[in-house]
Each structure stands twice: as C-alpha cells, then as structure tokens.
C-alpha cells in the first residue's frame, strides 16, 4: 500500500525530503527548487505533496493525505481543532517563541498591553496563563515594526536567531515555548497503514540519530 | 442576493433517489430485527444538551423559541431517545429496540464534502445487557453495508471497560489520569508518552499503558497481547466479554471483518463498555461508530442499559458515489409529450398511462424540455401520435414504455 504524505513547504519539507533520499527512496523529478508540488518515489510506496503548512492539517484530517508533517506552532495556532493523532516528535524545525520589546524600554506589565503578533492564539494563550490583560493585533508579517511605529507595546514571534530582533533595535523580554516539527496521521490511516507509518518513523529516527 | 452559505445545498432527483434507496435498505435491516422506527423532536433543549453534552455547546445549531428559551436543532438522536424511553416505558427490564432516520444538526466533512447537517441513521437497544448484544449492534451496522453492496469493510472493536480497569487501578492522582486519558482519547502520542513517562509507574501497569495507544489489530493476536496487560480482575472480565461478542459476530458470518483496538478510549465517559468503528474499503473516516452506554438512562430515572450506533449517510454517499456504487439517473418522464393543442382525448390518455404506472406529462410545443428527463418523446396534432412523421396510437406508446 502506498503512503501520501503532505509537508509543509520550506524547511521541514527539504530535511525530511533529504531523509528519505538519504536512505534509498528515490524521487527523480524533486528537486529543492522545483516548482512542482507533488512527487512520487521510483517504488511507488511514497508520495510527498508539498503545502503551506496551515494547510498541512486540512490535508491529513480530511484523509487527502495520510500523514503529514508541520510545525508544532501552526499545529497549535492554525489547526487547535483539528481532528488527527500528532504521532512523533521529530525533533527538527526547532524554534522558540519569545516576547519582545524595544531595547531598554521597560514595558508596564501592570497595565493593558497591545500586542503585535502572527500567532494571536499562542500570545493570548501565554499571557492569559500570566494574568496579562492584552489587546492583540494580529499581523502578517514583519512583526518587529510594530513596536518601532507605536503600533505595539510588544511583540510575539518565533525567535530563531535573534538577529533580525537586533537589526530593529529589540530584545527578547521572554523565552516562553519550544517548538519542533511534528508528525501528524489521520484517524483512519493510522490503522490501516500502519506498517508504512511505523516504516516512515524508523526512517527518519534514524536520521535524526545520525544526523 | 445571492446564497452565500457554505454546506448547505438543494439534494436533486438521483441523489434524492439513491438516498431513498440507502434509506429504505436500512430500515429494512434493521426493521428484520425487530426494530421500530421512531423520530426525535426536530428541537431540543439546549441546556439538557449542554448538561449531557458539553463539548457539543458551540457546534449545536441554535435557535430562540417564542417564550425567549434556546433551542437546538437535533443535534443526536440517542439522548431524546432515551430521555423518551425512560418517561415512556419506565420497567427497567424491558427491552426496546429502536431505529431511525433523521436529519442531525452538525457539522461533517468528508474528503471532499462538507455540511451544516447530515442525514444519521442507527438503532438503539435498551434493556439487554448482554455481550450478545453487542454483537447483535455490530451485526446489524455490518448487515446495512451488505445491503447496500458495500463489501470491504472494516470493524473496529474495542473496549473503554478494559481501559476503565485499568485506570482504576493505576496509583496515580485523579488529575493526572484525566491528563493520561485525554492524551489516549486524542492519541496525542508525542504528549502522551512524554506525560507518561514523566510518571513514576513501572511493571505491567507501565507496559500496559505505554502498549494501549498502539493496541490494535487482528483479533487473536491483539486479544492474546491485551490479556498480558491485565493487572487486574476487571479487566480480563472486559476482556471475556468482548469474547463473547466476537462469537456473536463469528456466527453470524462476520468474523473476517472485525479486527481489535483498545486505543478507543472515550473522554467523556458517555461510553461504558464494547465501542466499535466501522470503516469502509479506500475512505478516510468512519462511517459508522456506536457502542454500549449503560448510565446514561439511569440519569433520566431508569437505570437500563443500552448499546446502538449512528452512520453517517452523507459520508456514505460519498463514499458509495466515488465507489460507483449508486444507481445512475433515470429520466423523470417515461414519456413526454408536446402538443400544439390540448384536448379531451389527449388528457385522458395521460390519465389512463398513470393509472397504469408510467411516469407521463404533456406540455405546449413552445416549451424546452431537456432530452435527458425523458426516455421516449411524442408530439401529439389532432388526436394523432407522431414520433418523427410515424404515426402512433396510444397503446403502441404504451407498449414503447412498457419496452424500456
């Protein structure tokens, strides 16, 4: 029986394409920037689509692919209610989510704050388990010009680096959450594939390992 | 205006007679048992529902009624149906069998359908407690697909009793096995394990829980494992007892479809024992899921056991359709006729070919009608029949229908 699986595009679809390759399946027209979106392995037993990743869950709960790999943070921003089992951890895609605020500007956390972010679930979630009263707004995109225009007190975002924080004059307030890339299956799949599934995992646990 | 509502779409001629044809075929079956069929209120009581049913609060549909009170649309058939039982047939020992078919109030996806309603049709037993019959449920789910030609199909049995055992007795505090329980309901196994293993368990009871997510399989080898993770009487007892069922299920010639799991753990606690899925060859969900809940009537003063299942029409249907499995469109008129004038014999002979069982209309030669909604045409002038120039009566139209 084949497998369908869906990653999400960017860095998790390339490790996790890597992985495969790395251990015998085969995929002659993938190639990192190729603009097609769905592959199949020279055995047929793998088929890979290629989404963004908020999409990645609609895939698999909705049986269009079996399993599917995405980001912990959309998991939990974008598909709360998604009904899929989140089956291994795979320990790659790792980043932390952080507040952030002006340089040296101390922000008064006794008062109603306005919070700039793209994860307006995960930052009400964070500051609601603080007793933090926020306003938030949800933004798409450069994130770290809210506080620099006065549009925001704060920020939430994925915090990789920190540079990009530095660049526009930010510092992390607070480290609040790691994230990793996760495997997710639909109900059905699970137990009707699920010797592909258990297959898929040792591949990549063994990748990781060696890795 | 237009229409903007998503999940929400008028049914047309075929699909309306396959589903007639799903439908008739279920109650059939069902009815072969001795069921009765039965419809709930189209309205319920939201704050009954919001008591047995928490988790359905957001997604029930919601309406006020005259007096200012909230009502649902029928968002389950089981919980008025038992309420209804236990006001109606209060003897605690009586059996009653019940069938039905209605429209549920919910959303539903499909792989490629979605909607605000569906059409659900299941049974409920009350009043017999024994593992057959249980087994009788599943027959019966597995007796509607038979029927209905849908031939690869997979039966999930499990039981919340084993996992009940279990649990109970598991030292752990009541918090961290709701914690434990959720995680299994979700099969959450990245949390799960994690949480798991945050606890200080170890020997069988460990081995036990960390197998339970991933039991599942064919029946005798996934039953001989379950009996290794028993730490406790109760449990081989859940076990015994799906035995039982199975056997069930064996006699009646089923037994090749039933595979295990013991992943199914119920969150709400509304399940008490058996629960099974049924799957269908080639489609991502299920499209039947029920099982044995013995407290819930005690709550409406009756304490009666009960057991049945729900199926999911519409995902049927989408099922049966990419399957090709559903009948094709039969036009609507046998015979259609277009006349520059009506009169007293052609009116009469319409009326005679009804009365004789055909489908036949007759409309004004300046109306279009679409050669796909009738199987043979006829232009009627003068008192005459003509199919191209021939020349026909109207018991040779009648023979051409009785033709096709």
């Known amino acids: 029986m084949s497998i369908h699986m869906a990653l999400a595009k960017g860095r998790i679809a390339k490790t996790v394409m890597t992985y495969l390759q790395k251990s015998g399946y085969e995929f002659p027209t993938y190639s990192e920037d190729s603009r097609k979106l769905i592959f199949e392995d020279v055995g047929q037993t793998i088929k890979v689509t290629l989404v963004k990743s908020p999409d990645v869950a609609v895939y698999v709960e909705r049986g269009a692919a079996d399993i599917g790999v995405v980001g912990e943070d959309v998991l939990i921003e974008e598909c709360s209610g998604a009904d899929v089992y989140e089956i291994l ?77 530095r660049a526009n004059g930010l510092d992390v307030l607070q480290y609040f959450m790691d994230f990793s890339a996760r495997m997710i299956c639909n109900t059905v799949s699970f137990k009707l594939k699920i010797d592909e599934i258990q297959q898929l995992i040792h591949v990549i646990k063994r990748n990781n390992a060696e890795a | ?207 036990a829980l960390k197998a339970i997510p991933m039991l599942f399989g064919s029946y005798a080898v996934t039953l001989s494992k379950a009996y290794e993770y028993c730490i406790n009487k109760e449990m081989q007892q859940a076990l015994k007892r799906l035995e039982k069922t199975y056997d069930y299920i064996l006699y009646a010639g089923y037994a090749d479809k039933v595979q295990l799991d013991f992943g199914f753990a119920s969150q709400l606690g509304y399940y008490t024992d058996m629960v099974f899925k049924v799957y269908v060859d080639g489609a991502l969900y299920d499209v039947i899921d029920g099982g044995r809940y013995d407290t819930l009537s005690a709550q409406f003063g009756v304490d009666r056991p009960a057991c049945g299942f729900g199926m999911n029409i519409n995902l049927l249907y989408e099922f049966m359709s990419d399957a090709g499995l559903l009948e094709g469109t039969e036009p609507s008129f046998q015979l259609a006729i277009s006349y520059s004038e009506s009169d007293q014999s052609l009116i009469r002979d319409l009326m005679i070919w009804r009365r004789h069982g055909f489908r036949v209309a007759a409309y004004p030669c300046s109306t279009f009608i679409d050669s796909r909604d009738y199987s043979i045409h006829a232009v009627y002038e003068n008192g005459i029949y003509y199919q191209e120039t021939k020349q026909l009566t109207a018991q040779e139209l009648e023979e051409q229908m009785r033709r096709l």
């Open chain 2, 1 to 207: 205006m237009n229409n903007t509502l998503d999940g929400v779409k008028m049914l047309h001629h075929d699909e309306m007679r396959n589903y007639d044809r799903i439908q008739s075929k279920l109650t059939s079956v069902i009815m072969n048992h001795g069921c009765k069929i039965i419809e709930t209120p189209s309205f319920e009581d939201y704050d009954v529902y919001r008591h047995f049913f928490p988790q359905l609060r957001q997604e029930m549909v919601k309406t006020i009624d005259t007096d200012g009170r909230v009502l649902v649309l029928r968002p389950d058939v089981t919980l008025p149906l038992v309420e209804t039982a236990a006001r109606e047939f209060p003897r605690a020992d009586q059996l009653l069998k019940f069938g039905y078919v209605s429209t549920v109030f919910r959303e539903y996806y499909g792989r490629s359908t979605y909607g605000k309603d569906f059409l659900q049709g299941g049974i409920e037993i009350l009043g017999d407690a024994s593992p057959e019959c249980d087994g009788e449920v599943i027959v019966m789910a597995a007796e509607i697909l038979d029927a209905l030609s849908v031939k690869h199909i997979r039966i999930d049995i499990g039981t919340v009793a084993y996992t009940d055992a279990l649990f109970a007795g598991l030292s752990l505090a009541e918090e961290q096995k709701k914690h434990l329980r959720k995680y299994m309901a979700e099969r959450n196994l990245v949390a799960y394990t994690k949480y798991l293993d945050s606890l200080s368990l170890e020997g069988v009871a460990y081995q």
């Open chain 1, 89 to 165: 951890d795979l320990g790659i895609g790792c980043c932390r989510m952080a507040v952030a605020g002006i340089a040296g500007k101390k922000v008064d956390m006794t008062k109603r704050i306005t919070v700039g972010t793209k994860y307006p679930r995960i930052a009400r979630q964070y500051f609601e388990n603080n007793h933090h009263s926020v306003d938030i707004i949800k933004l798409n995109g450069s994130v770290e010009l809210a506080p620099i225009v006065g549009l925001s007190d704060v920020i939430v975002d994925i915090v990789e680096t920190g540079n990009t924080l």
